[in-house]
């Protein structure tokens, strides 16, 4: 299994609301990401876990809450997003820092 | 100020002939460079790597070309398929960066059959 899931593969919320994102893997990888893609844009790195406890934030505003229950599991919490936030969140898991494997992304519209 | 730049936002090429697409870096410290490929509604995936060590790599038609004094690189696709077409994404990285990638914003390579 060399995949990277992610769900919902769509989402739209409003400003007020809370929900979640999920990234699953079963490839033993120890590192687990989250980037966050807009449109004709490079991926932009907003968090790292490593062995499951967070090395990188980069900067993200609250709003955006981390969790990483296990090794296979990597979730996003938002709440109170704002319509810039709108874009392609990625997750991605590695055994080495740099050969990322990506999953499909959720496409995020806040309304 | 972005430290790997693809300044060819899209490229066209014939079916069969030779794709090259390029990302030029201003971090002197990058040792480690990559090449991802992004179709459409996916994320993107591996392509190749190359090491500041070596000025080039090749796995199958593609071959990755490093001239470290140019801070310049290079995706060579030879020859080029209608399956290639996706944005090509350029990945640089160092170790004082903690090893974590910056890329490039990509190139649209069209392979018109």
């Known amino acids: 299994d060399t995949e990277v899931t992610q769900t919902p593969k769509h989402l739209v919320m409003g400003m007020t609301n809370k929900k979640s994102l999920k990234c699953e893997q079963h490839?033993?990888?120890?590192?687990m990401y989250w980037y966050k893609q807009k449109a004709k844009k490079p991926p932009e790195l907003m968090f790292v876990y490593s062995y499951e406890k967070l090395s990188i934030n980069e900067s993200v505003p609250s709003r955006f809450s981390p969790e990483c229950p296990n090794s296979s599991l990597l979730n996003l919490h938002l709440h109170a997003l704002q319509p810039e936030d709108s874009a392609l969140y990625l997750c991605a898991s590695s055994q080495t820092v740099e050969k990322l494997f990506f999953g499909s992304g959720t496409q995020l519209s806040v309304l | 100020d972005q430290q790997v730049k693809q300044n060819s936002p899209s490229l066209s090429v014939q079916e069969g002939r030779i794709s090259i697409l390029n990302c030029d870096y201003t971090?002197?410290?990058?040792?480690?460079f990559l090449w991802y490929k992004k179709y459409p509604a996916e994320g993107p995936t591996f392509l190749i790597s190359i090491s500041s060590i070596k000025d080039k790599n090749e796995d199958g038609r593609f071959t990755v070309f490093l001239n470290k004094s140019a801070k310049h690189l290079s995706l060579h696709i030879v020859p080029s398929q209608p399956g290639d077409s996706a944005v090509y994404f350029c990945?640089?990285?160092?170790?004082?960066?903690?090893?974590?990638?910056?890329f490039g914003s990509g190139t649209q390579l069209t392979v018109l059959p």
């Open positions: 490839m033993g990888h120890r590192a």
């Open positions: 990945a640089a990285s160092s170790s004082g960066s903690a090893r974590q990638l910056t």
């Open positions: 971090n002197s410290m990058f040792d480690y």
